[in-house]
């Protein structure tokens, strides 16, 4: 028995060579110098007149031959694409993960959506916002929030102070420089707040996405294992259609 698989990896291969001989009938019935032929023959008004050979083309395409042709390709892309979707109505599979059955006798066609969005879906998670390593962060259940412990900073302020460089003299003023201090007036504590995810939550969405998809691809390939009956559509549409 033919299974699924055999006839997907043969589809595309028959789908090119069915186009490729369309577009070559397409190109024969469109020169009309190679459907045509013509025979003359040439005879001269007395017996003393010029004696001229026969002239004569043969037709080159006949266009009941295309029709055949294209009928002859077509047929085997008709059967095969009916073969293929006849069994995808039938082909099925259960997607487990650890032995745990996510869903059940699901179609090949839903097992390919599934491909597609885990694969959309493992490119959102990868890119998800982590919390800062470089600080210590602990869940906070009155806001659900992850936040980090309190950090106690002094505030400073700028206080000028005067140094006297020369003490005054009868002649001369006192030399004094200006200069500022840091004096603390305050202190600042600094919670950090964040709705981002730790790594670990990360990493192990991204180990669930990446189980669920080899799953899906292993469900698609015991679906494809399937084996098909070989549908014969061709000759009956192509007998209406040119017949």
Request: charged letters at 25%; zero cysteines.
């Given at each position: 028995m033919t299974k699924l698989n055999q006839i997907i990896a043969v589809e595309k291969g028959v789908k090119t060579k069915s186009l490729q001989d369309i577009n070559a009938a397409h190109a024969?019935?469109?020169?009309?110098?190679?459907l045509a032929g013509i025979s003359r023959t040439y005879q001269p008004k007395d017996e003393e007149g010029e004696q001229l050979p026969p002239e004569s083309t043969r037709v080159q395409v006949q266009a009941e031959d295309v029709l055949r042709e294209v009928s002859a390709s077509l047929t085997r892309l008709f059967d095969v694409t009916a073969t293929k979707d006849w069994a995808n109505c039938q082909a099925c599979a259960d997607v487990t993960v650890d032995g745990?059955?996510?869903?059940?006798?699901?179609?090949?066609?839903?097992l390919l959506f599934l491909?597609?969005?885990?694969?959309?879906?493992?490119?959102?998670?990868?890119?998800?916002?982590?919390?800062?390593a470089a600080e210590s962060w602990s869940l906070d259940p009155s806001t659900d929030w992850w936040k980090t412990d309190p950090v106690r900073t002094i505030r400073t302020k700028k206080v000028p102070r005067n140094h006297v460089k020369a003490e005054a003299t009868e002649k001369?003023?006192?030399?004094?420089?200006?200069?500022?201090?840091?004096?603390?007036?305050?202190?600042?504590?600094?919670?950090?707040?964040?709705?981002?995810?730790?790594?670990?939550?990360?990493?192990?969405?991204?180990?669930?996405?990446?189980?669920?998809?080899?799953?899906?691809?292993?469900?698609?390939?015991?679906?494809?294992?399937?084996?098909?009956?070989?549908?014969?559509?061709?000759?009956?549409?192509?007998?209406?259609?040119?017949?």
């Open positions: 024969k019935v469109q020169k009309p110098a190679l745990r059955t996510l869903v059940a006798d699901a179609p090949v066609s839903y491909e597609k969005q885990l694969a959309e879906l493992h490119g959102f998670v990868k890119k998800l916002p982590t919390l800062d001369h003023p006192a030399q004094v420089e200006v200069y500022y201090e840091d004096v603390p007036i305050g202190y600042w504590t600094t919670v950090k707040f964040s709705g981002a995810l730790p790594a670990r939550r990360v990493n192990e969405l991204l180990e669930r996405v990446e189980k669920l998809q080899q799953a899906v691809k292993f469900a698609r390939e015991e679906a494809n294992g399937t084996e098909v009956s070989d549908q014969r559509v061709g000759d009956a549409v192509f007998g209406y259609l040119f017949g």
